[in-house]
């Protein structure tokens, strides 16, 4: 659905982080019964634009749905910053700090990729107000999503895979040959679907990117360069109480493999795995996810 057709009421605002101000966006209200969701999108640095049809739970089901840019990024965008102003701290603390200003002592929790690994380390540290987390796509050891992301190009035709090995190796991902193949790789296993819906464009563009995506994660989906190079977090999993759902699809990048790594660690956690929906599987198989979200929340009101 794209922008321009929500219907729910929307109100927006800014919080005060650090000396920024995160940007944040409300959708409908609660009926009786029901909590709100918060939604962390990934990256990090790719902003909560592409995950922006998940609003349409605020008209199906009559829940509030809020979502906000994580600092650094989209319309919590900030000057230039040196690497060491970005780490896992800093989204983590921002997180507490939105829930506390939007007065969240009771809602459901929801990340998609980076924004899951994020909701896992944070309902490690303190899961005050959680009453239940759906994680989307999300690694809890990022040597299993690296080794599944380049087990998936060997799926990927000859001069494909020639082309993406040569990019990696020099660096330079601008060439036809190398663009071809990472557009092929995406339409495979990230979006899903060719061309991109309208929401994920503006979400995925330079203007909305953060430069803190080159610092966490690096120039490319199958090698990590930065910060996230070491991301395990394995053992803390295990003591997540929040009761958990896993959400993927058949095609996603976050294979079945990636997904049961943290499906097997934290206790009592559920699965739901959508038939042929890629990375951003909302993109593709909206419905799907909405309602596979909503009717694991609802048990959990």
Not at 30 to 46: E, V
Not at 152 to 171: F, N, S, V, W
Not at 257 to 286: F, M, R, S
Request: net charge negative.
């Amino acid at each position: 659905m794209s922008k321009e057709r929500a219907m729910a009421e929307m109100r927006s605002g800014y919080v005060d982080y650090r000396g920024f101000k995160t940007y944040y966006e409300i959708y409908g209200e609660c009926r009786s019964g029901k909590k709100p969701l918060l939604i962390l999108h990934g990256g990090p640095g790719d902003t909560h634009l592409y995950l922006l049809n998940y609003r349409d739970m605020a008209d199906l089901y009559g829940r509030q749905i809020i979502f906000y840019d994580q600092i650094g990024c989209g319309k919590s965008n900030i000057p230039h910053q040196d690497d060491d102003f970005y780490g896992y701290d800093l989204w983590i603390d921002e997180f507490y700090t939105m829930r506390d200003a939007l007065g969240l002592d009771d809602f459901h929790l929801f990340g998609n990729s980076w924004g899951g690994m994020l909701a896992m380390m944070c309902a490690c540290k303190d899961d005050a107000g959680i009453r239940s987390m759906v994680i989307n796509g999300s690694p809890v050891n990022i040597a299993t999503w690296l080794s599944e992301a380049n087990r998936l190009i060997e799926y990927m035709p000859k001069d494909m895979q020639e082309a993406i090995a040569e990019a990696e190796r020099t660096g330079d991902y601008d060439t036809p040959a190398a663009k071809a193949a990472y557009m092929e790789y995406y339409r495979r296993h990230v979006v899903g679907v060719e061309p991109w819906p309208d929401y994920v464009q503006e979400a995925f563009s330079e203007e909305n990117v953060g430069e803190c995506y080159m610092v966490m994660q690096g120039a490319s989906e199958f090698v990590v360069t930065g910060k996230m190079r070491d991301f395990d977090i394995r053992e803390d999993v295990k003591n997540i109480k929040v009761p958990t759902m896993m959400l993927s699809g058949t095609n996603d990048e976050a294979s079945p493999l990636v997904v049961k790594e943290g499906y097997d660690l934290i206790p009592n956690c559920e699965w739901t795995l959508i038939q042929g929906a890629a990375h951003v599987g909302n993109a593709t198989h909206g419905k799907e996810y909405m309602a596979a979200v909503e009717e694991f929340i609802s048990r959990h009101e």
